[in-house]
């Protein structure tokens, strides 16, 4: 653990850590989600359960670099980052430093740092100051999925300990959200013509299915079993379109059952599954927290796709959403089309790719021009031969 102490501010006495042991991790779980809990922006993406449980499956990854800024004492900014080694054109190994909870087979959105708002100019110059410093062996910062409006991404660009920096690759990311309304008319009334057209052709087909039964987890052996029956089904949807499913790896169904175990205790958990003659045939797994719910991962049966369980579930949902008082749903990352048909805004993430050599960041930006021309080359000669063949 290393620490800088006193230094100069207005504000008192700061002091800052790097937090690098499993115990110094455990330590901060009050702070962390003190600070969380003042956050207009916390998700379960910068949650403590999401964070600990992330490190504890997939620590091996790298080293810990949990930035904790105190201003007399009191924890005022937390700054989740972790060291490991990327590879430079897929040949050198070079230091970088990321987002705890990024990596492996895992993809959140909307990391960021924690942090009590009336001290935020003093927290994040402490923490961009200790990056760009103390870290000398650093060459690479990799930050994914940041929310657009956080003031992280300046403060570290803008750092007069930017100097011997490159100018960063920066690029957005866009997502379909959702404010929603006190009743369920309003909602609709803001939606395409088509999208409720389709709401009410639906709604229509599940009443004139008899035995169908919509149920909420409450406790753990429903997760469980629950999860099970996602995994299952998300798999056999995957398996008729030929793709992989998200379940493939023995870290990320442990990671993703104990997370849900935990956010059930939080009440932050809607792991909700429908049913037709006691035959689960969807399941949705959501996140709730902030007043917002996230959909994460779903999974049906493809042997009853013309009841469009999918989208049964994600009616059902948002109504009970809008009745108990959510204030907006976020449908994350992933460009599908069937998003359009329950929300009409978005929401910005911005990414950043930042080298500490300038001549490194310009090869880098070369290399990545020069795939995505082969990539081209390589489809545009793909699609000519099928024509030829034809």
């Known amino acids: 653990m290393a620490e800088i102490a006193h230094l100069g501010s207005q504000n008192g006495n700061v002091t800052v850590e790097h937090i690098t042991t499993d115990a110094g991790f455990d330590a901060l779980q009050d702070d962390w989600q003190h600070l969380a809990s003042r956050s207009r922006a916390a998700s379960v993406f910068n949650g403590w359960h999401w964070n600990r449980l992330w490190w504890q499956h997939y620590g091996d990854l790298g080293e810990l670099c949990i930035v904790v800024v105190r201003i007399n004492n009191t924890v005022r900014m937390i700054a989740p980052f972790y060291v490991c080694r990327t590879r430079m054109f897929r040949i050198w190994p070079v230091k970088t430093l990321k987002f705890i909870g990024t990596g492996g087979d895992t993809s959140p959105d909307d990391l960021d740092v924690l942090y009590d708002q ?27 999925d940041v929310p657009a409006q956080s003031p992280l991404l300046d403060e570290l660009t803008t750092s007069d300990a930017a100097n011997g920096w490159s100018s960063p690759r920066l690029w957005k990311t866009q997502r379909r959200v959702q404010q929603l309304p006190d009743s369920l008319e309003t909602y609709l009334a803001g939606l395409s013509r088509n999208a409720r057209k389709h709401w009410r052709r639906r709604t229509k087909a599940l009443s004139a299915t008899e035995g169908f039964h919509f149920s909420r987890c409450t406790s753990a052996q429903e997760v469980d079993d629950t999860f099970d029956e996602l995994v299952s089904l998300h798999r056999s949807r995957h398996a008729t379109k030929g793709k992989t499913d ?145």
């Not at 103390?134 to 910062?141: G, K, N, W």
């Not at 089309?337 to 990414?351: A, C, E, I, L, P």
């Open 118 to 144: 009336p001290f935020q100019a003093v927290t994040l110059s402490a923490v961009a100051q200790s990056i760009l410093r103390s870290l000398p062996e650093l060459a690479r910062i990799s930050l994914a």
């Open 246 to 390: 998200s379940f493939n790896s023995h870290r990320y169904l442990q990671f993703h059952r104990t997370l849900m175990h935990r956010l059930l205790q939080s009440d932050e958990l809607w792991l909700v599954k429908l049913q037709l003659n006691q035959r689960t045939v969807g399941v949705e797994y959501a996140y709730l927290c902030n007043g917002e719910l996230a959909f994460f991962q779903a999974g049906f049966d493809p042997e009853y796709q013309s009841v469009s369980p999918g989208h049964q579930l994600m009616m059902h949902m948002i109504e009970h959403a809008i009745a108990t008082g959510v204030t907006s749903i976020d449908l994350l990352k992933g460009d599908y089309d069937y998003k359009n048909s329950y929300t009409r805004q978005w929401r910005t993430t911005v990414s950043i790719d930042w080298w500490r050599s300038s001549v490194v960041t310009m090869l880098y930006r070369h290399a990545r021009t020069l795939k995505r021309w082969w990539t081209r080359a390589a489809t545009a000669m793909t699609r000519w031969r099928r024509r030829r063949e034809q």
